[in-house]
């Protein structure tokens, strides 16, 4: 319990550092954030700035232009009215030096007219420069004021999950409180299970000394007063008891009783093998009429039919040996005289395949030979017949091994330890390889079958049986396998030394005195029971008297109080049988002195009428609910009434002679009546006991029911709730996730524009260059026009 509690309160620790860890990023991520979009906010102010600038600059630009433009119109007139000069002159000849200034004016208007095209080019990619930098512009403003409502979305969201958070935290500091409290009653509890831990120490080390001290005190003892040596002499060492190995036993049971269950799958197996051969060797081949059962077959049939005689015996054999195995008796080869049934029955049924094998070569070379099988068909029984000689082969060596085991139980010296270990490996081999035949049998049979399938004039009952053989291979299959791995598993424990030898000798048991020394172990163990058997300590006795005498009076006592309450409970049995029964009187005497009463006021109404209406103090008796109906429930209702009834009739000058017929019968359905009533209100009671218990039944279970349906729903919500903290966590990384994507984004952007910016910077200065060279130029050209004219 204390184990669980501190692993609990670690467990909310952690989660609550985790919980704590997170909320301490999440109020970072938010701070972060807002300082960020706060940046983000004053770049873009900044960038609308520079942007500004940049405009005021293009408008300056502009209007130069338009004056250079001017200029350029003035500059080409003038240059037009320069021509039409020179034309007039050409008339009068042309000089030298008018020719060269005609020569540098050509050039000067070349150039002039490559840099107006450069300029209405740069003109040109400035316009265009401009509208991708108001598109970015807008593009951008509209993707931060998204991005804005998102991060009021996600503040929200965080909001949210930051009051959850809260909420879970002050929960956990509850149960961290309550875990802080249990802790510390668990460290109480723990510290003072460590002091009883101590004193428990402190008791096995004086337990260990003193039972040390026992030891040498009893080993001296041994040494001194017992030299006797049982086993100086080696023939009468072999009479006595070996060491008993319980394990060994226990181990040699548990191994027997598997290899009888895994034999008992393979006994079968093979008779449903060999069956269902039989069934084969009367079936195929298919028509009968045409082609019938040759005597070969038939004779193979006859010895089918004989496997059970030498299969069953395996079954048998392998259970007469599990059940001598007992945890009593020594397991070795040498004592073990019930593995020699075993191996003569395994030798029998290697014998007996060995018998059949030439059967069954002969009738698969029948098939071979039937006008109906085809080239595949011969191959796979020819491969069928190497894996029966293969079979029969594998059986062959095991029943040659299980025999060399079997030899120490008829003669000690038949086989050393050193050889039997290495038998027993060589049959684990052979079961493998048993395995491995019936593997490959099985996978060629089932090439057969489907060949078989094939064919066009296959029965049914071949198929059934063709499928019924491959189920046996199959079965056959798993069960040598598992009794390969089995043998394999527990090799080490058969080729073990078991240590069952007399003390003091390297020799194996004799099978011949194995009966004496299992007698002589009995003896010893039955004697050692009697020797540690306790004796009854023996009582004074004058004590003894006193013992005697207070266990006679307990014991009368006893028997008088045993009496006195059979007697008590017959008494109460009794008087309840009486309470019933005077109950039932008491209701009797009502309903009689009910009667009574209403016959009194009967025979008044007669008598009044009779006398002519007579003062009423002529009435025969009291009112009903007067005193004096007590009395007649005390005395006169118990009287039958014959007296009184016989007086009144004659007073009333025999006008009721019939009267006490009458109340006789009435008396005896009346009590009939009254009884029947009496049972019918206690069965009454008890049905409505009945029905009350069956109510609150019904009620109990249908608020079980209810509680288990609320359980439910709270397993549910508390799943629900778990499934949205999962996705809020999600969201909450998916969030932060985005948010660094668009930061990146806004960077790259950002860095995007200023590169633009340069670019445009640079540009624009060129473009200032080209017309503070055009400038310069255009001035030169006047000043050498004016130095011509």
Same mark, same amino acid.
């Given at each position: 319990m204390a184990a669980d509690l501190q692993a609990k309160y670690a467990k909310l620790a952690q989660e609550y550092s985790k919980l704590r860890a997170q909320n301490q990023v999440l109020k970072k991520g938010v701070v972060d954030e807002q300082a960020s979009s706060t940046s983000l906010k004053e770049q873009v102010k900044l960038r609308e700035q520079t942007l500004r600038k940049v405009e005021q600059e293009m408008d300056s630009l502009t209007f130069r232009n338009q004056q250079l433009a001017k200029r350029v119109e003035l500059l080409q007139?003038?240059?037009?009215?320069?021509?039409?000069?020179?034309?007039?002159?050409?008339?009068?000849?042309?000089?030298?030096?008018?020719?060269a200034l005609q020569q540098s004016q050509n050039l000067f208007d070349e150039d002039l007219q490559k840099k107006i095209q450069e300029n209405e080019q740069l003109h040109i990619k400035f316009y265009?420069?401009? @509208?991708?930098? /108001?598109?970015?512009e807008a593009q951008l403003k509209s993707r931060l004021e998204e991005l804005e409502r998102e991060h009021d979305q996600h503040q929200a969201v965080v909001s949210t999950v930051t009051s959850k958070y809260v909420d879970t935290i002050d929960r956990l500091q509850s149960d961290k409180a309550i875990l802080e409290v249990r802790s510390?009653?668990?460290?109480?509890?723990?510290? &003072?299970?460590?002091?009883?831990?101590?004193? =428990?120490?402190?008791?096995?080390?004086? =337990?260990?000394?003193?039972?040390?001290?026992?030891?040498?005190?009893?080993?001296s003892v041994i040494e001194e007063k017992v030299p006797f040596n049982d086993t100086k002499f080696s023939d009468f060492n072999s009479l006595n008891v070996p060491p008993h190995n319980r394990r060994h036993q226990l181990?040699?049971? &548990?191994?027997?009783?598997?290899?009888?269950?895994?034999?008992?799958?393979?006994?079968?197996?093979?008779?449903?093998?060999?069956?269902?051969?039989?069934?084969?060797?009367?079936?195929?081949?298919?028509?009968?009429?045409?082609?019938?059962?040759s005597p070969l077959n038939q004779k193979f049939s006859q010895y089918l039919h004989e496997n059970a005689a030498f299969v069953r015996p395996l079954e048998e054999g392998l259970g007469q040996l599990h059940q001598s195995i007992t945890e009593d008796t020594v397991t070795v080869l040498e004592t073990v005289g019930k593995l020699k049934a075993f191996a003569d029955h395994f030798t029998a049924y290697a014998l007996y395949l060995k018998k059949i094998l030439p059967y069954q070569i002969k009738s698969l070379e029948e098939e071979s030979g039937a006008s109906l099988c085809t080239c595949s068909l011969t191959s796979m029984n020819q491969e069928l017949q190497s894996d029966m000689m293969r079979i029969t082969s594998v059986f062959d060596k095991m029943h040659s091994y299980i025999n060399l085991l079997a030899l120490p139980g008829v003669r000690q010296d038949a086989m050393p330890q050193s050889s039997s270990s290495a038998v027993f490996t060589q049959l684990a081999a052979c079961l493998h390889s048993l395995h491995d035949a019936f593997k490959e049998m099985s996978k060629h049979y089932s090439q057969k079958a489907s060949l078989e399938q094939e064919l066009p004039t296959v029965t049914q009952k071949l198929r059934t049986t063709n499928e019924c053989l491959l189920s046996s291979l199959g079965t056959l299959t798993n069960s040598t396998g598992k009794i390969a791995t089995f043998f394999s598993n527990n090799l080490d424990f058969f080729t073990s030394s078991t240590g069952y030898c007399p003390r003091g000798g390297a020799g194996g048991l004799n099978p011949l005195q194995a009966e004496s020394m299992l007698g002589n172990k009995k003896r010893a163990s039955e004697y050692m029971q009697a020797v540690r058997?306790?004796?009854?300590?023996?009582?004074?006795?004058? @004590?003894?008297?006193?013992? /005697?005498r207070v266990l006679t009076s307990s014991t009368e006592s006893r028997e008088g109080l045993t009496q006195q309450v059979v007697a008590s409970q017959e008494k109460i049995a009794r008087l309840e049988q009486e309470k019933e029964h005077w109950l039932l009187e008491a209701q009797l005497g009502k309903v009689r002195l009910e009667k009574e009463s209403q016959r009194i006021l009967d025979l008044e109404a007669q008598l009044s009428s009779i006398q002519g209406g007579g003062s009423p103090a002529l009435s025969l008796g009291p009112a009903p609910d007067s005193p004096?109906?007590?009395?007649?429930? &005390?005395?006169?209702?118990n009287d039958r009434g014959t007296g009184k009834e016989a007086s009144l009739s004659a007073n009333l000058f025999g006008m009721l002679t019939t009267t006490p017929t009458n109340e006789e019968v009435g008396d005896e359905d009346a009590r009939e009546k009254l009884i029947k009533a009496h049972y019918m209100a206690r069965v009454g009671d008890l049905t409505t006991q009945l029905q009350i218990s069956d109510s609150k039944a019904v009620n109990f279970h249908a608020e079980c029911r209810a509680l288990a349906k609320r359980l439910a729903i709270a397993e549910k919500s508390r799943e629900t709730l778990s499934e949205e903290v999962k996705l809020a966590k999600q969201n909450i990384t998916r969030l932060q996730d985005e948010l660094a994507t668009t930061k990146r984004s806004y960077e790259d952007?950002?860095?995007?524009?200023?590169?633009?910016? =340069?670019?445009?910077?640079?540009?624009?200065?060129?473009?200032?260059?080209?017309i503070d060279t055009l400038k310069l130029g255009a001035k030169g050209n006047s000043k050498l026009l004016k130095k011509n004219r």
């Open positions: 007139e003038e240059l037009a009215a320069s021509e039409a000069r020179s034309r007039k002159t050409k008339n009068k000849g042309d000089s030298p030096s008018q020719q265009e420069a401009d @509208e991708q930098h /108001r598109r970015q510390q009653t668990l460290e109480s509890e723990a510290r &003072d299970c460590r002091g009883r831990a101590e004193d =428990c120490q402190q008791q096995l080390r004086r =337990c260990q000394l003193e039972l040390n001290r026992q030891l040498k005190q009893s080993s181990k040699a049971r &548990d191994v027997s009783g598997q290899a009888l269950v895994f034999v008992q799958d393979l006994v079968a197996a093979l008779l449903n093998l060999h069956s269902y051969t039989e069934q084969r060797v009367h079936i195929y081949p298919v028509d009968s009429s045409i082609e019938p059962i058997k306790t004796r009854p300590e023996s009582v004074p006795y004058t @004590e003894a008297l006193l013992n /005697r004096a109906l007590t009395s007649l429930e &005390d005395g006169e209702v952007q950002l860095s995007m524009m200023s590169d633009h910016l =340069c670019v445009m910077n640079e540009t624009l200065s060129k473009q200032r260059e080209e």
